[in-house]
């Protein structure tokens, strides 16, 4: 990706960038070593997306083959969702708090709760390349940026979730919830009563997929609506690239 944009403003924060390079060639088998070493990676990285106020909570992580950790029969978001009913109020910053969570759950993903201080604007991976592209061109102030395996992009926002008039305010519910975003091909706005997984994270299968920062968690945060344009624009070019690719696959009839 930092090939791609050039530049400083393209390339990952140097720590968020050696330790996700790092923690992904372990996942995919390419590099020995001890699990400590691999513990203390995963932990430096959490660490830091808590100092830059991403609140974190525990999470699922993969089962064998494409289950998920909970004993949900058919989980329909596996390794994707907190552990706890409670991830609202157990969301935290706090550094002990998350060092202990890694400490005793190695295996654990982490969720970060949006809309209390910050949101995040969720984008199929091409678009959100596209978008990325046009935005660091245009010279417009992006913030931390996470790619998913699973085809999307996340672009960390602050929060427009608790404005001082609740007249603005809206729920995430108005657009999707975690549990129905396969409805919501197109952007998803992740506020008020939302989460998405948080770097590094692991997603099921055999193939070492996984969620990872391109743009570190140490960015300061933009204004949503100074990257929606671009996104909603790119996610419309997306959406008609993929609907002329359905269409020419379709047999024509006689």
Same mark, same amino acid.
């Given at each position: 990706?930092?090939?791609?944009?050039?530049?400083?403003?393209?390339?990952?924060?140097?720590?968020?960038?050696?330790?996700?390079?790092?923690? &992904?060639?372990?996942?995919?088998?390419?590099?020995?070593?001890?699990?400590?070493?691999?513990?203390?990676?995963?932990?430096?990285?959490?660490?830091?997306?808590?100092?830059?106020?991403? %609140?974190?909570?525990?999470?699922? #992580? *993969?089962? %064998?083959?494409?289950?998920? &950790?909970?004993?949900?029969?058919?989980?329909?978001?596996?390794?994707? #969702? %907190?552990?706890?009913?409670?991830?609202?109020?157990? &969301?935290?910053?706090?550094?002990?708090?998350?060092?202990?969570?890694?400490?005793?759950?190695?295996?654990?993903?982490?969720?970060?709760?949006?809309?209390?201080?910050? @949101?995040?604007?969720?984008?199929?991976?091409?678009?959100?390349?596209?978008?990325?592209?046009?935005?660091?061109?245009?010279?417009?102030?992006?913030? *931390?940026?996470?790619?998913?395996?699973?085809?999307?992009?996340?672009?960390?926002?602050?929060?427009?979730?608790?404005?001082? /008039?609740? /007249?603005?305010?809206? *729920?995430?519910?108005?657009?999707?919830?975690?549990?129905?975003? /396969?409805?919501?091909?197109?952007?998803?706005? #992740?506020?008020?009563? &939302?989460?998405?997984?948080?770097? *590094?994270?692991?997603?099921?299968?055999?193939?070492?997929?996984?969620?990872?920062?391109?743009?570190?968690?140490?960015?300061?945060?933009?204004?949503?609506?100074?990257?929606?344009?671009?996104?909603?624009? =790119?996610?419309?070019?997306?959406?008609? @690239?993929?609907?002329?690719?359905?269409?020419? =696959?379709? %047999? =024509?009839?006689?």
């Amino acid at each position: 990706m930092s090939g791609t944009f050039g530049g400083r403003d393209g390339r990952q924060g140097t720590l968020s960038h050696w330790l996700s390079q790092r923690f &992904s060639q372990r996942l995919l088998g390419r590099r020995t070593g001890d699990a400590a070493a691999d513990d203390e990676g995963r932990t430096t990285l959490l660490l830091a997306a808590a100092e830059a106020g991403l %609140p974190l909570a525990p999470a699922a #992580h *993969p089962a %064998p083959g494409y289950g998920c &950790s909970c004993d949900r029969v058919g989980c329909p978001t596996p390794a994707r #969702h %907190p552990v706890s009913f409670a991830w609202q109020s157990q &969301s935290t910053t706090d550094r002990a708090q998350v060092e202990r969570w890694a400490r005793h759950q190695p295996q654990a993903n982490f969720i970060t709760a949006t809309g209390m201080s910050h @949101d995040v604007l969720d984008v199929p991976l091409e678009a959100g390349r596209q978008a990325l592209e046009r935005l660091l061109a245009d010279g417009v102030q992006v913030g *931390p940026v996470a790619e998913s395996d699973d085809g999307r992009m996340l672009f960390f926002t602050a929060t427009r979730g608790t404005p001082e /008039d609740e /007249d603005e305010w809206w *729920p995430c519910e108005l657009d999707c919830r975690p549990e129905t975003m /396969d409805e919501h091909p197109g952007l998803r706005w #992740h506020c008020r009563g &939302s989460y998405v997984l948080v770097p *590094p994270a692991r997603l099921p299968g055999d193939d070492g997929r996984r969620v990872r920062w391109v743009r570190g968690p140490e960015r300061p945060l933009p204004d949503p609506l100074s990257l929606l344009e671009s996104l909603t624009d =790119a996610c419309a070019r997306y959406a008609g @690239d993929e609907s002329d690719r359905l269409s020419a =696959a379709w %047999p =024509a009839r006689g």
